[in-house]
Protein backbone atom coordinates (compact mmCIF):
# COMPACT_ATOMS: atom_id res chain seq x y z
CA UNK A 1 0.00 0.00 0.00
CA UNK A 2 1.57 3.36 -1.15
CA UNK A 3 2.30 6.25 1.81
CA UNK A 4 -0.15 8.81 0.16
CA UNK A 5 -3.31 5.71 0.84
CA UNK A 6 -2.05 5.01 4.50
CA UNK A 7 -2.01 8.56 5.47
CA UNK A 8 -5.30 9.23 4.00
CA UNK A 9 -6.78 6.28 5.98
CA UNK A 10 -5.59 7.37 9.10
CA UNK A 11 -6.98 11.17 8.56
CA UNK A 12 -10.50 9.82 7.69
CA UNK A 13 -10.39 7.13 10.60
CA UNK A 14 -9.32 10.14 13.13
CA UNK A 15 -12.51 12.50 11.62
CA UNK A 16 -14.48 9.20 12.11
CA UNK A 17 -14.04 8.88 15.60
CA UNK A 18 -14.04 12.82 16.23
CA UNK A 19 -17.14 12.82 14.49
CA UNK A 20 -18.68 10.33 17.00
CA UNK A 21 -16.90 12.08 20.43
CA UNK A 22 -18.90 15.29 19.28
CA UNK A 23 -22.27 13.38 18.60
CA UNK A 24 -21.80 11.65 21.79
CA UNK A 25 -20.48 14.67 23.85
CA UNK A 26 -23.98 16.84 21.99
CA UNK A 27 -26.35 13.73 23.21
CA UNK A 28 -25.35 14.35 26.95
CA UNK A 29 -25.80 18.36 26.88
CA UNK A 30 -29.16 17.69 25.19
CA UNK A 31 -30.34 15.02 27.74
CA UNK A 32 -32.64 16.31 30.54
CA UNK A 33 -30.73 17.30 33.67
CA UNK A 34 -30.47 15.37 36.46
CA UNK A 35 -30.17 16.05 40.02
CA UNK A 36 -26.94 17.98 40.58
CA UNK A 37 -25.00 15.92 43.33
CA UNK A 38 -22.10 17.89 44.97
CA UNK A 39 -18.56 16.43 44.34
CA UNK A 40 -16.10 16.70 46.98
CA UNK A 41 -12.47 16.70 46.25
CA UNK A 42 -10.29 13.27 47.52
CA UNK A 43 -8.87 15.23 50.37
CA UNK A 44 -11.87 16.46 51.52
CA UNK A 45 -13.47 13.12 52.25
CA UNK A 46 -13.43 11.86 55.76
CA UNK A 47 -10.90 9.73 56.22
CA UNK A 48 -11.59 5.29 56.38
CA UNK A 49 -11.89 4.15 59.68
CA UNK A 50 -9.91 1.95 61.98
CA UNK A 51 -11.62 -1.12 61.03
CA UNK A 52 -11.81 -0.26 57.69
CA UNK A 53 -7.41 0.19 57.45
CA UNK A 54 -6.75 -2.37 59.91
CA UNK A 55 -8.54 -5.22 58.02
CA UNK A 56 -7.17 -7.54 55.30
CA UNK A 57 -6.61 -4.57 52.82
CA UNK A 58 -4.10 -3.10 55.02
CA UNK A 59 -2.22 -6.77 54.34
CA UNK A 60 -2.62 -6.91 51.11
CA UNK A 61 -0.94 -3.81 50.44
CA UNK A 62 2.01 -4.58 52.15
CA UNK A 63 1.96 -7.37 50.67
CA UNK A 64 1.77 -5.83 47.64
CA UNK A 65 5.12 -3.00 48.46
CA UNK A 66 6.97 -6.56 49.20
CA UNK A 67 6.39 -8.24 46.24
CA UNK A 68 7.25 -4.59 44.46
CA UNK A 69 10.11 -4.15 46.06
CA UNK A 70 11.66 -7.40 45.98
CA UNK A 71 10.96 -7.01 41.82
CA UNK A 72 12.38 -3.88 41.76
CA UNK A 73 15.83 -5.17 43.48
CA UNK A 74 15.84 -8.33 41.19
CA UNK A 75 15.36 -6.19 38.36
CA UNK A 76 18.49 -3.95 39.73
CA UNK A 77 20.49 -6.97 40.48
CA UNK A 78 19.94 -8.53 36.52
CA UNK A 79 21.17 -5.02 34.95
CA UNK A 80 24.12 -5.10 37.27
CA UNK A 81 24.85 -8.02 36.25
CA UNK A 82 24.59 -7.82 32.76
CA UNK A 83 26.15 -4.49 32.35
CA UNK A 84 29.71 -5.30 33.06
CA UNK A 85 29.55 -7.44 29.75
CA UNK A 86 27.54 -4.59 28.11
CA UNK A 87 30.04 -2.52 28.25
CA UNK A 88 32.86 -4.58 26.71
CA UNK A 89 31.02 -5.65 24.20
CA UNK A 90 29.91 -1.61 23.40
CA UNK A 91 34.12 -1.37 24.10
CA UNK A 92 34.95 -3.96 21.58
CA UNK A 93 32.89 -2.04 18.97
CA UNK A 94 34.31 1.14 19.56
CA UNK A 95 37.44 -0.05 19.40
CA UNK A 96 36.71 -1.88 15.70
CA UNK A 97 35.37 1.15 14.56
CA UNK A 98 38.72 2.49 16.20
CA UNK A 99 40.56 0.46 14.11
CA UNK A 100 39.04 0.41 10.58
CA UNK A 101 39.24 4.77 11.01
CA UNK A 102 42.80 4.49 12.18
CA UNK A 103 43.46 1.51 8.58
CA UNK A 104 41.27 4.37 6.89
CA UNK A 105 43.27 7.47 7.89
CA UNK A 106 46.61 4.99 7.01
CA UNK A 107 46.11 4.63 3.21
CA UNK A 108 45.62 7.65 0.73
CA UNK A 109 42.34 8.61 -0.86
CA UNK A 110 38.92 9.15 0.67
CA UNK A 111 36.94 6.64 2.47
CA UNK A 112 33.63 5.88 4.83
CA UNK A 113 33.25 4.74 8.13
CA UNK A 114 30.19 4.26 9.90
CA UNK A 115 28.78 6.39 8.05
CA UNK A 116 31.23 8.78 8.45
CA UNK A 117 33.47 9.99 5.75
CA UNK A 118 37.45 9.51 6.10
CA UNK A 119 40.32 11.36 4.44
CA UNK A 120 43.55 8.87 4.32
CA UNK A 121 46.73 10.84 5.36
CA UNK A 122 49.27 7.96 3.28
CA UNK A 123 51.26 7.18 5.99
CA UNK A 124 51.46 4.28 3.17
CA UNK A 125 53.64 7.07 1.56
CA UNK A 126 56.50 6.22 3.67
CA UNK A 127 56.03 3.30 5.80
CA UNK A 128 54.47 0.94 3.10
CA UNK A 129 51.25 -0.10 2.06
CA UNK A 130 51.51 -3.20 4.35
CA UNK A 131 53.56 -1.39 6.72
CA UNK A 132 57.12 -3.35 5.65
CA UNK A 133 58.87 -0.24 5.56
CA UNK A 134 60.70 2.27 2.97
CA UNK A 135 62.20 4.97 2.33
CA UNK A 136 61.48 9.04 2.45
CA UNK A 137 63.40 11.73 0.87
CA UNK A 138 63.20 15.35 2.51
CA UNK A 139 64.40 18.83 2.71
CA UNK A 140 66.87 19.04 5.70
CA UNK A 141 67.23 22.75 6.88
CA UNK A 142 70.18 21.84 9.69
CA UNK A 143 72.41 20.17 6.28
CA UNK A 144 70.19 22.62 3.45
CA UNK A 145 70.09 19.72 0.86
CA UNK A 146 68.08 16.96 0.66
CA UNK A 147 68.46 13.52 2.05
CA UNK A 148 66.87 10.01 1.79
CA UNK A 149 66.44 7.86 4.99
CA UNK A 150 65.40 4.40 6.18
CA UNK A 151 62.06 4.36 7.35
CA UNK A 152 60.69 1.57 9.38
CA UNK A 153 58.15 -0.97 9.42
CA UNK A 154 55.48 -1.18 11.63
CA UNK A 155 54.09 -4.59 12.35
CA UNK A 156 56.83 -4.98 15.14
CA UNK A 157 57.08 -1.20 15.96
CA UNK A 158 55.45 -2.10 19.58
CA UNK A 159 58.21 -4.75 20.00
CA UNK A 160 61.33 -3.02 19.27
CA UNK A 161 60.11 -0.46 21.41
CA UNK A 162 58.95 -2.71 24.35
CA UNK A 163 61.87 -1.24 26.09
CA UNK A 164 61.18 2.76 25.11
CA UNK A 165 63.57 5.27 25.59
CA UNK A 166 64.27 7.48 28.77
CA UNK A 167 61.41 9.66 29.99
CA UNK A 168 58.35 7.57 28.29
CA UNK A 169 56.35 4.69 30.43
CA UNK A 170 56.11 2.52 27.81
CA UNK A 171 56.21 1.92 23.99
CA UNK A 172 52.46 3.26 23.52
CA UNK A 173 53.53 6.40 24.96
CA UNK A 174 56.60 6.78 22.79
CA UNK A 175 54.79 5.75 19.44
CA UNK A 176 51.94 8.37 20.72
CA UNK A 177 54.28 11.40 21.04
CA UNK A 178 56.40 10.39 17.71
CA UNK A 179 52.92 10.97 15.80
CA UNK A 180 52.20 13.79 17.53
CA UNK A 181 55.35 15.37 17.63
CA UNK A 182 57.08 13.81 14.51
CA UNK A 183 60.98 13.15 14.75
CA UNK A 184 63.90 12.82 12.85
CA UNK A 185 67.33 11.10 13.35
CA UNK A 186 65.17 9.18 16.15
CA UNK A 187 64.94 12.86 17.52
CA UNK A 188 61.22 13.44 18.38
CA UNK A 189 59.66 17.42 18.47
CA UNK A 190 62.03 17.76 15.09
CA UNK A 191 59.89 17.17 12.32
CA UNK A 192 62.02 17.44 9.02
CA UNK A 193 62.04 14.00 8.28
CA UNK A 194 58.04 12.40 10.00
CA UNK A 195 55.80 16.00 10.65
CA UNK A 196 54.28 16.34 13.55
CA UNK A 197 50.69 15.32 13.03
CA UNK A 198 48.66 15.88 16.06
CA UNK A 199 46.82 19.60 16.29
CA UNK A 200 48.64 20.45 19.33
CA UNK A 201 52.08 20.77 17.74
CA UNK A 202 50.52 22.56 14.81
CA UNK A 203 49.04 19.18 12.86
CA UNK A 204 46.10 18.47 11.50
CA UNK A 205 44.83 15.93 13.42
CA UNK A 206 42.53 16.07 16.90
CA UNK A 207 43.71 13.48 20.07
CA UNK A 208 41.01 11.03 18.55
CA UNK A 209 42.41 10.50 15.41
CA UNK A 210 45.77 9.90 16.93
CA UNK A 211 44.34 7.25 19.01
CA UNK A 212 42.70 5.66 15.92
CA UNK A 213 46.20 5.36 14.43
CA UNK A 214 47.69 4.27 17.70
CA UNK A 215 44.54 1.01 17.62
CA UNK A 216 45.64 0.38 14.14
CA UNK A 217 48.79 -0.06 14.71
CA UNK A 218 48.49 -2.25 17.63
CA UNK A 219 45.79 -4.46 15.99
CA UNK A 220 48.45 -5.00 13.16
CA UNK A 221 51.57 -6.18 15.65
CA UNK A 222 52.96 -9.56 14.85
CA UNK A 223 50.63 -10.25 11.67
CA UNK A 224 53.58 -9.59 9.09
CA UNK A 225 56.76 -11.55 8.08
CA UNK A 226 57.03 -15.28 9.38
CA UNK A 227 53.06 -15.47 10.21
CA UNK A 228 52.19 -15.53 6.50
CA UNK A 229 54.16 -18.08 5.53
CA UNK A 230 57.18 -16.87 4.15
CA UNK A 231 60.69 -17.56 5.49
CA UNK A 232 62.57 -14.92 7.53
CA UNK A 233 64.95 -13.08 5.55
CA UNK A 234 68.62 -13.62 6.07
CA UNK A 235 69.99 -10.38 4.01
CA UNK A 236 71.83 -8.52 6.49
CA UNK A 237 71.17 -5.52 4.68
CA UNK A 238 67.52 -5.59 4.60
CA UNK A 239 67.25 -6.22 7.98
CA UNK A 240 69.60 -3.35 9.10
CA UNK A 241 67.57 -1.11 6.35
CA UNK A 242 64.35 -2.16 8.12
CA UNK A 243 64.97 -2.23 11.43
CA UNK A 244 68.50 -0.47 12.26
CA UNK A 245 68.49 2.46 9.38
CA UNK A 246 65.74 4.26 11.23
CA UNK A 247 68.62 5.08 13.87
CA UNK A 248 72.09 4.24 12.60
CA UNK A 249 71.85 6.06 8.70
CA UNK A 250 71.18 4.24 5.34
CA UNK A 251 74.67 2.21 4.47
CA UNK A 252 75.12 2.55 8.66
CA UNK A 253 76.03 6.66 7.92
CA UNK A 254 74.65 7.46 11.18
CA UNK A 255 71.95 9.16 12.88
CA UNK A 256 70.98 9.27 16.32
CA UNK A 257 72.90 5.68 16.57
CA UNK A 258 76.49 5.72 16.25
CA UNK A 259 77.36 5.09 12.10
CA UNK A 260 79.24 1.87 11.20
CA UNK A 261 80.80 3.24 8.64
CA UNK A 262 84.77 2.95 7.58
CA UNK A 263 84.98 -0.47 10.17
CA UNK A 264 83.92 1.54 13.40
CA UNK A 265 81.70 -1.33 14.12
CA UNK A 266 84.50 -4.08 14.43
CA UNK A 267 86.83 -1.64 15.88
CA UNK A 268 84.34 -1.33 18.80
CA UNK A 269 83.72 -4.67 18.63
CA UNK A 270 86.63 -6.95 17.89
CA UNK A 271 85.51 -10.03 18.54
CA UNK A 272 82.10 -10.65 16.43
CA UNK A 273 80.34 -12.78 19.60
CA UNK A 274 80.73 -9.70 21.87
CA UNK A 275 78.98 -7.42 19.07
CA UNK A 276 75.83 -10.56 18.80
CA UNK A 277 75.87 -10.82 22.38
CA UNK A 278 75.25 -6.78 22.44
CA UNK A 279 72.70 -6.79 19.67
CA UNK A 280 71.01 -9.15 21.12
CA UNK A 281 70.75 -7.90 24.82
CA UNK A 282 70.89 -4.19 23.63
CA UNK A 283 71.92 -0.74 25.06
CA UNK A 284 71.29 -0.70 28.96
CA UNK A 285 71.70 3.24 30.04
CA UNK A 286 75.19 4.17 32.37
CA UNK A 287 76.57 0.47 31.38
CA UNK A 288 80.13 0.28 28.82
CA UNK A 289 80.23 -1.63 26.10
CA UNK A 290 82.61 -2.66 23.23
CA UNK A 291 86.15 -1.07 23.93
CA UNK A 292 84.83 2.40 24.84
CA UNK A 293 80.79 2.60 24.48
CA UNK A 294 78.38 4.05 26.76
CA UNK A 295 75.23 2.63 27.28
CA UNK A 296 72.38 5.21 26.73
CA UNK A 297 69.34 2.62 26.78
CA UNK A 298 68.37 4.32 23.51
CA UNK A 299 69.01 0.89 21.06
CA UNK A 300 66.20 -1.88 22.29
CA UNK A 301 67.21 -5.87 22.42
CA UNK A 302 66.76 -7.60 19.65
CA UNK A 303 66.90 -10.99 20.72
CA UNK A 304 63.19 -12.03 20.10
CA UNK A 305 62.09 -9.99 17.53
CA UNK A 306 65.13 -11.17 15.07
CA UNK A 307 66.11 -14.82 15.02
CA UNK A 308 69.59 -15.63 16.31
CA UNK A 309 70.45 -16.00 12.63
CA UNK A 310 69.27 -12.82 11.10
CA UNK A 311 71.30 -11.37 13.97
CA UNK A 312 74.15 -12.68 12.94
CA UNK A 313 73.33 -11.27 8.93
CA UNK A 314 72.78 -8.14 10.29
CA UNK A 315 76.11 -7.69 12.46
CA UNK A 316 78.03 -9.30 9.95
CA UNK A 317 76.95 -6.55 7.35
CA UNK A 318 77.56 -3.62 9.81
CA UNK A 319 81.05 -4.84 10.23
CA UNK A 320 81.51 -4.76 6.41
CA UNK A 321 80.78 -1.28 6.29
Known amino acids: MRPEAVAYIIVIGALIVGAAVLLRVAGRRSAAPGPKV??????LRPG????????????????LGAAMSIAFAAFIAIYWLQ???????KEELFLEISVERGAAYYQAGEGTVEGAAVVGLDCARCHGKDLE????TFFDPTQGAQRTVAVPELRGVFARYDTPPPGYGDAEEYILATIERGRTDGIIGVPYDMPNW???????LTEQQIADLVNFLKSVQGTGGEDDGAEPTLDGKAIFDQNCAPCHGIGGAGGVGP????GSAATQFPDIEDHIEFVKMGSQRGVPYGT???GTGGMPPWQGRLTDEQIR???EYERSL
Open 38 to 43: EKVPAA
Open 48 to 63: DPDDVLESDRLGKIQW
Open 83 to 89: EAGRMRG
Open 133 to 136: GGEN
Open 198 to 204: SNKYGGP
Open 259 to 262: AFVG
Open 292 to 294: SGQ
Open 313 to 315: AVV
